[in-house]
């Protein structure tokens, strides 16, 4: 865009400004917006406005894997109210999933409600069973959902009053991850779909090791030894089959627990993360995977 033109004043235009106050000196910064077809503004092209068509509610705007057909009245009614509407445990947990999916920043305002909820629902062992796989399956299926699914898997192993003799949610989660972890060494030489599978286990059971929490006898706080030490062998079934997504969900693992893990070891005079770096520094020298 080019500067309106100044025009230099005549006789007319000075009489006019000393009749108006202006003062004599500033004349020339004065300029003259309308003196002819010369000195019209320049006209700016403006685009036609874009509309489009597509709903806040297409499925672009939602994650892979995602229902798109939660339960509306999270956002429209009372707790209590949506409760009612439920015909099973199934339905109520998985749209609150979902709920969770679409607005993780309701967490802290919904998990107390959900979790009295549950606690009036979930009273036999084969309901507490059906809980825990519905969030391991959230947690493992829908991407970003790993870190949001150990908040809630902390949360509910609290504040979850029933605890029958199969083992209380907590244990029951860990039963759960641990037919996944004894399966390492065939999931990471499997095909595409069966090593995607695993990994995004890998990364929930590195959440879950960062988020939950067991309380010892004297109220100190700490995380689970045996996620610890299953996070070391999932790294090491990682490392023995270098293929290229393997390594990435190695590097995803590292990146996410990587500071934590080192530290815990150090603790107890461990070197196993001495260890894993010269498997890395051996795998950089491996021209089978990508450089």
């Known amino acids: 865009l080019r500067p309106p033109k100044t025009a230099p004043l005549g006789t007319g235009m000075a009489d006019h400004l000393q009749k108006t106050g202006i003062p004599s000196g500033s004349q020339d910064k004065v300029s003259v917006l309308d003196s002819g077809p010369e000195m019209a503004e320049p006209q700016l092209a403006v685009d036609p406005v874009v509309t489009s068509n597509l709903s806040a509610k297409a499925p672009e705007f939602y994650p892979s894997g995602y229902n798109q057909n939660f339960n509306q009245n999270f956002t429209d009614s009372s707790f209590e109210d949506r409760c009612d509407g439920y015909l099973s445990l199934a339905e109520y947990v998985q749209d609150f999933l979902n709920h969770l999916t679409e607005q993780p920043g309701c967490f802290e305002t919904e998990i107390e409600q959900f979790a009295e909820t549950l606690n009036g629902w979930v009273i036999a062992d084969e309901a507490l069973q059906e809980l825990v796989e519905l969030i391991y399956q959230q947690a493992t299926s829908v991407p970003n959902f790993s870190y949001m699914g ?64 067991i309380k010892g006898t004297k109220g100190q706080v700490t995380r689970a030894e045996i996620l610890q030490e299953g996070l070391r062998e999932l790294l090491n079934a990682l490392f023995s089959n270098p293929v290229d997504s393997n390594l990435i969900c190695a590097v995803k693992l590292l990146k996410l627990t990587g500071s934590v893990l080192e530290d815990a070891w150090k603790e107890k005079g461990k070197n196993d993360m001495e260890e894993m770096i010269q498997r890395i520094e051996n795998v950089v020298l491996d021209a089978n995977c990508s450089r």
């Open 150 to 213: 150990a908040r809630l898997c902390n949360y509910l192993s609290h504040h979850l009053t029933i605890s029958p003799q199969s083992g209380n949610f907590r244990q029951l989660l860990l039963q759960r991850c641990r037919t996944e972890y004894e399966n390492r060494d065939e999931a990471t030489k499997g095909d595409e779909t069966t090593r995607k599978q695993f990994h995004a286990f890998v990364l929930f059971l590195a959440e879950l090791y960062l988020n939950l929490e």
